[in-house]
């Protein structure tokens, strides 16, 4: 397959773990046989420097042309004085709206070496391996009216949902199941909100869309007790924006650390932007020290969810797995008689093993 892929690095650790994932593409592309173009742009402050806006036009054109989109992190001390249209964040929200990606997929998976870092039991996040599937341009965050009402003495927030919206996540839902171990729970509050009857009514359409795939149905409160007390009994979970902004957060705690976290955001035509979950790490930045697994996994992430290339991510995840397991780690993990190494080599490791 032929793929052009357009790199954002971003700022701080952006720029060095953006080199992590050009680097297991091109062993993905020799050993399978596919052909990678790339063209690296601009994004976030090191766009407000090179060219005064966080969201260069030419980055958005080469964008909307590319197959995905790789992004590492953007912002940074440097431009936090800025005023609010040329914060580096604008660049992020604006690519997120230019391309409509309306789904946020972030994976969880517990690594076994990586165990001692959650404050939950072993036991419980051992067998953890869950992907949250959020809407991510509708719900409360969008809905109108949101505003302060009567002098200010009352307010309102609008849960606003067209059932399109409803449609199209939760097809993106029953496929991801599909790429997994083929169940789906749906979690809304359809007890006491109309919008979740709306959501969970059209799950119950999709289903038989999909019959190869279990559906169950949890309310959110129950949701955020499951994830914790028994993480392992999910497989996919769906939901509204603001559920799935929530449940993702706790769910991040089971693998815990930040710099494994890989996210995908997508629409319908696969075309997707994907970055790792963390920011631009100023602490660190510049001293080849930061974690790319984060990134790595998130280029698996886009060979899956973009490319339909399934042997391929897995080979990358197999590969991180396995370093992971025999002891490599940056300065951000703790393993006990593991081998401490920098981002670079880190890297080469992950390459080596593919
Ligand atoms: P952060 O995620 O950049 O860093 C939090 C802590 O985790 C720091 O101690 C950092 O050194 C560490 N860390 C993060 N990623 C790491 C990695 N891959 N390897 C090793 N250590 C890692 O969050 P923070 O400090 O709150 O924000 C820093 C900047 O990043 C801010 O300007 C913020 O707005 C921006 N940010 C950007 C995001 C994005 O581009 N998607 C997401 C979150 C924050
Ligand atoms: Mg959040």
């Not at 709306?198 to 949890?218: A, G, N, S």
Request: aromatic residues 6%.
């Amino acid at each position: 397959m032929k793929k052009h892929i357009v790199l954002l690095p971003g700022d701080g650790i952006g720029q060095e773990i953006i080199g992590s994932a050009r680097a297991v593409l091109e062993e993905i592309a020799e050993k399978f046989g596919h052909t990678f173009t790339f063209e690296t742009h601009a994004i976030g402050g090191t766009a407000v420097d090179e060219h005064g806006t966080p969201l260069p036009e030419e980055t958005v054109t080469a964008c909307k042309q590319a197959d995905a989109v790789l992004l590492g992190a953007v912002g940074g001390p440097k431009w936090d004085d800025l005023p609010s249209h040329l914060r580096p964040e604008k660049g992020l929200l604006g690519i997120r709206k230019e391309l409509g990606l309306f789904a946020n997929l972030r994976p969880v998976k517990g690594f076994k070496k990586l165990l001692g870092s959650s404050p939950l039991k072993e036991e419980l996040v051992e067998d953890s391996d869950l992907l949250i599937v959020r809407e991510l341009t509708g719900g409360l965050y969008f809905g109108t009216p949101s505003e302060r009402q009567e002098n200010g003495q009352s307010v309102v927030d609008t849960l606003y949902y067209e059932r399109h919206e409803i449609e199209r996540i939760v097809d993106k839902a029953f496929q991801s199941a599909r790429l997994r171990r083929n169940h789906l729970t749906s979690v809304d509050k359809a007890n006491v909100l109309e919008s979740s009857k709306l959501w969970r009514e059209v799950v119950e359409e999709k289903k038989t869309d999909y019959p190869d795939v279990t559906v169950e149905h949890m309310l959110v409160d129950a949701a955020a007790m499951k994830l914790i007390q028994n993480p392992a009994q999910f497989d996919v979970i769906v939901t509204e924006n603001m559920f799935g902004d929530i449940l993702s957060d706790e769910a991040s705690v089971l693998t815990g650390s930040l710099g494994m976290l890989p996210s995908a955001s997508l629409r319908s035509d696969g075309v997707g932007l994907y970055e790792p979950v963390h920011g631009s790490a100023p602490d660190i930045a510049g001293q080849n020290i930061a974690n790319p697994l984060a990134m790595i996994l998130s280029t698996a992430l886009m060979l899956r969810h973009s490319f339909g290339m399934d042997e391929e991510a897995s080979c990358i995840e197999k590969a991180v797995e396995e370093v992971v397991d025999l002891g490599y780690h940056t300065k951000d993990l703790k393993i006990t008689n593991g081998i401490e190494t920098n981002t670079t080599n880190m890297t080469h490791k992950v390459v080596e093993y593919m």
